[in-house]
């Protein structure tokens, strides 16, 4: 990692943009006095995170910024930047997509107003966030690897604990002083929150004990109505198994006689409908057998009507074949008297057996006829139209055909007559069948009808039962829930009965155990996690109490160790160092504890613990001289084993770059010498910038900045690199 520019704007004397490059291992800044030569290291002190204006030669941190002159106006505020090459990735910083920076830029700013703006890459950050990072990297607070203007021997008159702070610093150690003081923090965080957790544990533990009492209780009645919702499920499921059971077993018995039944009306209904229909016919058929009956009736006393007349008329002819023509006696027969009298009264007979006034006045007529027959054949009477024999016998002849002709029709109005009869009796007959087979029928409905009825009465208990079992499952969802499954059926009701019995007894059961508010378990719950919480919290925190501790301890024997080691190793080069700038004589650091007595928070049984801290004292043997105090040192021996305890950490533990502010002002030509010859073996391993007025020390640098300032007040660069100088001169 090297240092490869410091970018100056508004800063102290450097009022315009100010860019110094160190592209070379050793690079000198010169100048006269009142130059503003300094000021560069007292930029790169500042940028780095120096907090005390003292040291950087103001009062107030408006001192840093350019107070203007008559010729140029004062700054608004002053920004210091020192950019570093971090192609080796020593910055942990990640971004520049993955890879890292190659660049990083660590900037201040400083307002009149006092405010002051940290940066890293342009980005504003805290002054913990520069502190943390240059740590990672070797640069500590103490800023040993900073040397100003009459602190060559600063680390002579600090005391043992600023020595050792400085040597810590110098090997690098601070990030793990840093890291010690972070877990320290931590741990005392962690104490506080353990005391503060079981300070609630313990407020809480009355409260806790009083709910999980009840809680206990409700967890019986849980247990009770999770069996009561289990015993539910199955009786309800079982019972609706065997309602359903029981539906489709009377379902299947109605079946048949439903079904045999429907067929037996259907054929009681065909059956009555021709009852019906015979009953209707036989009520018109009497009149037409009647009007048949009547007809023949008619036709055969027409027949013995037209008999009669055949003897008539053949009495007639026979007295005309006698050729009797005399009068016929006026004395009339007492058989023909006798014999008309009997067809009267025959006929009137008739009439007064019938009902109907149209066949009454028929016979009426059929008597008037008979009656003006009868007398237009009495003797002595002179009847109209005489007939002679001829046509009598020609009546006579007509009167047989008549009669042949009523016969006849006689006859088959008697065989229409029986076969109106036969069938009549073959249709009453049929009648009779039906109305028999009727009867049947409806005796076998009734059986059916009773079947029927005693099934619907079974529907009825499975309907009631179907009922029940809604208003026990709507009982029920205050257990259960969700919908019930079916399972496997009842085997009998009185098992049915014991279920049921036994729901009850556990319901008895839930109602003693008393119900509990679910606020309460609610709260019991959140109390009871919050505990577990807090003592997994506390379980925790202890557990990181301890890896905090370990932690410490590891960083404790870590610094011990890797401090004994520098120190060890940076005796060996301070005597290299001193032997060199002296020509002998011995000087080596060495490590005193001094014990003092600390108040303990975690001590019960005494509020004190001793305490061991250790420090840095430095020892000197001069050649040729009897000096072995640092306090009878002279201000050049002083400055010589300061540079040479200087030099001596830097070998160690080289830092990214070392600022020599004017460290060889003191120095003759021939200590010069030997310090600029270690400032060369030096530049191997650490970039130098070094403010001087030492010739010899010039010789040495790389490139060389001079620092001139004119009327206006405003520090201004020169730059001289030797490399091309030296190329210009051959």
Known sequence: MQLKRL????????????????????????????SGKSNVADAIRWVLGEQSIKSLRGKRGEDLIFAGSSN??????????????NAGREFPLEPARAGGFEEVSIGRR??????????????EVRLKDIVELLAKVGFGSSQHHIIGQGEADRILYSSPSERREMIEDALGLKIFHLRRMEAGRKLERA???IQQVEALRKEIQPHLKFLKSQAEKFKVASELREKLKSEFQIYLSRKLAMIDQRGREVGERKHGPASELKKIESEIASVRERIEREEKKEAKEPGRNKLLEEKLKKAREDEMASLRELGRLEGVIAVQERGSNRAVEEVVPKKDVEKILSALTQRVDQALKENALEKILAILGDIKKSVFEFLQNLPGQKKTGEFSLEDNKKGLSELK?????????????????????????????????????????????????????????????????????????????????????????????????????????????????GGIDPAVLKEYREISSRDEFLDKELSDLTESREKLREVMKELEDRLKHD???????????????????FGGGKASLKVIEKTHRKESDESEESGEVE???????????????????LEMLSGGERALTSIALLFAVSAV?????????????????????????????????????????????MKYAGILYGVTMGSDGVSKLLSIKFEEAGALVS
């Open 7 to 34: 970018e100056l704007s508004g800063f102290k004397s450097f009022a315009k943009n100010t860019l110094l490059e160190f592209p070379v291992p050793i690079s000198a800044v010169v100048g006269p006095n009142g």
């Open 72 to 85: 140029v106006s004062r700054m608004p505020k002053a920004s210091a930047v020192l950019v570093f090459d």
């Open 110 to 123: 400083v307002y009149r107003d006092g405010l002051n703006d940290y940066l890293i890459n342009g980005s």
């Open 191 to 193: 104490s506080e929150n």
């Open 401 to 513: 055909l008549k009669i042949e002709r009523l016969q006849k029709e006689g006859r088959e109005l008697s065989e229409e007559y029986e076969r109106e009869a036969s069938r009549a009796r073959k249709e009453a007959e049929e009648t009779r069948k039906d109305e028999k087979r009727f009867y049947h029928l409806e005796l076998e409905a009734g059986k059916l009808k009773d079947a029927l009825r005693s099934i619907e009465l079974e529907e009825e208990k499975v309907k009631l039962l179907r009922d029940e079992y809604g208003r026990e499952l709507e009982e029920a969802r205050a257990y259960t829930g969700g919908e019930i499954a079916k399972g496997e059926p009842f085997s009998s009701p009185e098992e049915l009965e014991d279920f049921r019995k036994k729901l009850e007894r556990i319901k008895i059961k839930l109602e003693e155990a």
């Open 563 to 581: 401090f004994k080691s520098g120190v060890s190793k940076i005796n060996e080069e301070f005597q290299k160092f001193f032997h060199t700038m």
């Open 611 to 629: 305490e061991v801290e250790e420090g840095i004292d430095i020892s000197v043997d001069l050649p040729r001289k009897r000096i072995k105090s």
């Open 653 to 697: 533990h080289p830092p990214p770059f070392l600022v020599l502010d004017e460290t060889d002002a003191a120095l003759d030509e021939a200590n010069s010498q030997r310090y600029a010859k270690m400032l060369e073996d030096l530049s191997k391993t650490t970039q130098l910038i070094v403010i001087t007025h030492n010739r010899t020390t």
